[in-house]
């Protein structure tokens, strides 16, 4: 599978709430992680960094798919974070690529899609610190 149809199959558990910056670059991760090799892949390739596991080309994704109508960036007042969501046209696209996939994995990315999004920053950040120790090692996150 490609980067644009992970992005859009992962996003669409979200029934087009929006994620920030870091419930964003944790949810692929995780789906990456737990499920990737089971839908053909991801496409991306995350490293650990200040905050966890990262990959540039998630926003570049995301970009592309904003381009495409499938995505919205929302770019609020200044100090404030980015927010990532699907267009209608990007939920319709995600849920069609779900038939793709067996039922349970569907369920999954529900499920993730709702932990990451119910996390604080530090919550979040702090779980994915202890189920993969491996992407702490360039930390700045205090815990």
């Given at each position: ?11 669409a ?7 920030s910056?870091v ?8 789906l ?18 200040h ?93």
């Open positions: 599978m490609n980067r644009r149809d992970f992005a859009l199959m992962a996003l558990g979200a029934k087009r709430q929006p994620f910056p419930q964003l670059q944790k949810l692929l991760f995780l990456d992680r737990n499920i990737g090799a089971r839908v053909g892949g991801s496409g991306f390739n995350f490293q650990p960094y905050y966890g596991p990262f990959d540039q080309s998630v926003y570049t994704t995301l970009g592309q798919l904003e381009h495409q109508g499938l995505a919205e960036i929302q770019n609020p007042e200044e100090g404030a974070w980015r927010r990532y969501r699907l267009t209608e046209a990007g939920q319709s696209e995600g849920e069609r690529l779900w038939q793709a996939i067996d039922g349970r994995l569907v369920e999954y990315i529900d499920s993730i899609c709702h932990f990451v999004r119910s996390q604080s920053f530090a919550g979040l950040v702090s779980s994915i610190y202890r189920a993969y120790p491996d992407m702490k090692v360039n930390s700045v996150f205090q815990e």
